[in-house]
Nanobody
Framework: QVQLVESGGGLVQAGGSLRLSCAAS????????LGWFRQAPGKEREFVAA????????YYADSVKGRFTISRDNAKNTVYLQMNGLKPEDTAVYYC????????????????WGQGTQVTVSS
């Protein structure tokens, strides 16, 4: 099992930036892709970005493409989400998750989740 702990959330004005971090531990972390999802009040959890273990291939939701960047530091067992040009509609709890199998865009393809970190963007 992989343990994931997110950090870096907070309150920011529209147009601002935040960098989320997700620290992973557990002996099954190696060779696992990692992803970020978010859930706003009253809405379903949605895919934000993901990165593979091999080659660092990245995937992004259309709504964040060009504004968010996912990266990982395998030596530190950490994945990052750099969020620029934040909008009020980006307000949500952001979750880090470890990929198991299947499409990176589907939350059901991930089997380990962090506790989430709140991101609030004011207008």
């Amino acid at each position: 099992q992989v343990q994931l702990v997110e950090s870096g959330g907070g309150l920011v004005q529209a147009g601002g930036s935040l960098r989320l971090s997700c620290a992973a531990s557990g002996r099954t972390f190696s060779n696992r892709g990692l992803g970020w999802f978010r859930q706003a009040p009253g809405k379903e959890r949605e895919f934000v970005a993901a990165i593979t273990w091999s080659y660092g291939i990245t995937y992004y939701a259309d709504s964040v493409k060009g504004r968010f960047t996912i990266s990982r530091d395998n030596a530190k067992n950490t994945v990052y989400l750099q969020m620029n040009g934040l909008k009020p509609e980006d307000t949500a709890v952001y979750y880090c998750a470890a990929h198991r199998s299947g499409s990176y865009y589907n939350s059901k393809s991930f089997d380990s989740w962090g506790q989430g970190t709140q991101v609030t963007v004011s207008s």
